[in-house]
């Protein structure tokens, strides 16, 4: 499994960012996506998550209303829609797929139960 990560830059608060994630495939378990930041010294944490093809979606409270997560076209991009932002949304931002669908949202929603991940892109906020 391939992720590819695109669209970090540099911007002032209060400005707008939309993060590609290309993925090459998909198998039942892995038919979802998050999206993660990791700021230096802080922990991987959860931004985001998508179940592919359907309408359900999962935002960390620190994002909600801010950030849409969605599908580009066909299933192949997932887009990560970052609006409002914050010098603390600064960080690396990291797609991947989980190692079971059940670890997409809720308090499974963590890095260490994702199994496939890109290579980020910088988000840096001033």
């Known amino acids: 499994v391939q992720l590819v990560e695109s669209g970090g830059a540099s911007v002032q608060a209060g400005g707008s960012l939309r993060l590609s994630c290309a993925h090459s495939?998909?198998?039942?378990?892995?038919?979802?996506v998050g999206w993660f930041r990791q700021a230096p010294g802080k922990e991987r944490e959860g931004v985001a998550s998508?179940?592919?093809?359907?309408?359900?979606?999962y935002y960390a409270d620190s994002v909600k209303g801010r950030f849409t997560i969605s599908q580009d076209g066909g299933r192949s991009t997932v887009i990560l829609q970052m609006n409002s932002l914050k010098p603390e949304d600064s960080g690396m931002y990291y797609c991947?797929?989980?190692?079971?669908?059940?670890?997409?949202?809720?308090?499974?929603?963590?890095?260490?139960?994702?199994?496939?991940w890109g290579q980020g892109t910088q988000v840096t906020v001033s």
């Open positions: 495939e998909y198998t039942y378990d892995t038919n979802c």
């Open positions: 991947a797929t989980p190692k079971r669908r059940i670890y997409c949202s809720g308090p499974n929603f963590q890095a260490t139960n994702f199994r496939d």
């Open positions: 998508l179940y592919i093809g359907g309408p359900v979606t």
